[in-house]
């Protein structure tokens, strides 16, 4: 049988759907013969998803589907879903006035009705697209992968067809092996109904694969929603510079779906897939990377591909990322700015050292603020955001005033109007070291639901433990009422409000003590 491949990319924000762009890349060089068309539902209307989704299996009748689930967010610190899911939970569980906490609790609800209603939506179409394509072709069957499927697999097998194929993680070999005949099971994946996830299946090493140059040409020919993203000159598009994260930050889940190891794209290859857009009008990149550098030894390798980039005459371009700034030097920063930099992130989590060692950030904040300096010397004069998350493990009122103080010298570093404090409360992840601490707090149980938005499991999985939760839920709800278009910014001038700021060098310092078992507790104020 002819093997006809349909990637649909489930409903989600208009984000760049890089990851079945190079999917039906890297199959097409390997088999050339294979039809392939890639269907993105993020740019269809809402009302029109399900018949949509019955013309193009019509028109194409694929014998495989491939269906990318991005997101299953369950808590975001901005809007979404029909409103703000961070303000309504604090209005809801510590707002003291009762019609806020009324408020709170009609929009949480709101945003609970239409979480459970996105999850059955996503699920409908995944056995509505194999349904259709099994008239036309009785053996098709569906492999279900993406970011909200890595993290979710467990669950999610429990609602999807029979014979759906569930990976975890990067889906190129085991794409290739199925399309071979091989036996892919060995791949971070399993078989809803035939197979069961191995115990930690995705903590699994992924196959390492040799990464080219996407070829834009192929793509834009499979992909009639292509133009879609090309027409705002403010849309970024993702280019991905490596895949991989070698540290062992507490919460975060990125670690174990694209694996600790490293692997570098070539460099020529990445400028070559950016040319390729760059010709088609496009002059703003996302690096798409769970770091652009995510540690010091891989400086070399981001020095190489922006002079590259540099040398490619693509002058007029801007870029951002996701950035360790404990891992850049005077000539990484140089090129940054030369090469077009114009925002990037940095996710510090804490201005406390002690506590960024508590939570296994693996860095040095002294060493941050001279990489900064170093930036901002070699004329960087843009926007920074810097991602705060409070109340994570062992927060008091003394690692809060530190947090503010290192905050203040970001701000005299470059400016206060370009340094935006992104207030975060961590959604607890499975898989993470964050939830094996839950564990042995008696904090959650093994077999509990981490896609459960019910209330008795939300407010443990919204990670704002006591002491300090009501707290903070008092800060974030006066931040809203306040300035709730700056809503970052007033959380932190609420804080320095009530609590004054530390002295710098205590923010940056940090004893070497015995470790333990982390433990909430709060200072004297």
Not at 131 to 138: D, F, G, I, S
Not at 267 to 281: I, K, N, S, W
Not at 334 to 349: A, Q
């Amino acid at each position: 049988m002819e093997n006809r491949i349909l990637y649909v990319r489930l409903p989600c924000n208009p984000i760049f759907p890089i990851g079945v762009v190079y999917l039906a890349d890297f199959v097409h060089k390997l088999f050339p013969e294979v039809e392939q068309q890639i269907f993105d539902m993020g740019t269809v209307p809402p009302l029109d998803f399900a018949q949509s989704l019955d013309a193009c299996v019509d028109r194409f009748q694929p014998t495989l589907l491939v269906f990318s689930w991005r997101d299953i967010q369950i808590y975001a610190p901005v809007g979404g879903r029909g409103g703000n899911p961070l303000q309504n939970a604090f209005e809801f569980y510590y707002a003291r006035n009762p019609l806020i906490k009324l408020r709170g609790a009609l929009g949480g609800l709101r945003i609970t009705t239409a979480y459970y209603g996105e999850l059955w939506r996503n699920l409908g179409l995944v056995k509505r697209g194999l349904k259709r394509a099994q008239t036309y072709h009785p053996e098709a069957r569906a492999i279900v992968g993406g970011g909200a499927v890595s993290v979710f697999y467990e669950q999610l097998g429990r609602s999807l067809p029979q014979g759906t194929i569930i990976s975890v993680g990067e889906g190129e070999v085991l794409l290739e092996k199925y399309l071979r005949g091989q036996d892919f099971r060995d791949e971070r994946c399993y078989v809803v109904g035939e197979t069961t996830p191995r115990d930690r299946l995705i903590h699994e090493k992924p196959t390492e694969i040799e990464k080219t140059a996407c070829d834009y040409d192929y793509i834009e020919r499979l992909w009639p929603e292509f133009q879609y993203y090309l027409q705002d000159q403010d849309f970024y598009i993702g280019v991905q510079t490596k895949r991989g994260c070698p540290h062992n930050c507490c919460y975060c889940v990125y670690t174990v779906i694209e694996g600790k190891q490293v692997r570098i794209n070539p460099a020529d290859e990445v400028v070559a897939e950016m040319r390729q857009l760059y010709d088609r009008g496009i002059r703003n990149f996302w690096f798409t990377d769970a770091q652009f550098i995510p540690a010091r030894r891989y400086i070399n390798d981001a020095i190489e591909l922006l002079q590259k980039i540099s040398e490619a005459g693509m002058e007029d371009i801007h870029w951002a990322a996701y950035i360790r700034a404990d891992n850049l030097n005077p000539e990484l920063c140089d090129l940054m700015v030369k090469t077009g930099m114009n925002y990037f992130e940095i996710g510090i989590t804490s201005g406390s050292q002690e506590l960024v060692r508590k939570m296994r950030m693996g860095y040095n904040l002294r060493v941050v603020l001279q990489n900064c300096r170093d930036l901002k010397a070699a004329g960087f004069n843009d926007l920074v955001s810097v991602n705060y998350s409070f109340n994570v493990i062992d927060e008091t009122y003394e690692t809060i005033r530190q947090t503010l103080a290192y905050h203040r010298e970001l701000e005299r570093i470059f400016g206060e109007d370009k340094v935006e404090p992104a207030i975060f409360f961590i959604g607890l992840q499975p898989h993470t070291h964050l939830e094996e601490y839950a564990f042995k707090e008696n904090i959650l149980k093994p077999g509990y639901d981490p896609m459960s938005l019910m209330p008795w499991t939300a407010r443990k999985l919204l990670w704002n433990p006591e002491p300090l939760g009501s707290f903070f839920g008092e800060v974030c709800l006066e931040a809203w009422q306040r300035n709730p278009n700056d809503f970052g910014r007033e959380v932190m001038r609420i804080l320095e409000e009530r609590l004054g700021c530390a002295e710098l060098e205590s923010a940056l310092s940090a004893p070497i003590l015995q470790e333990q078992q982390p433990r909430a507790k709060v200072s004297a104020n």
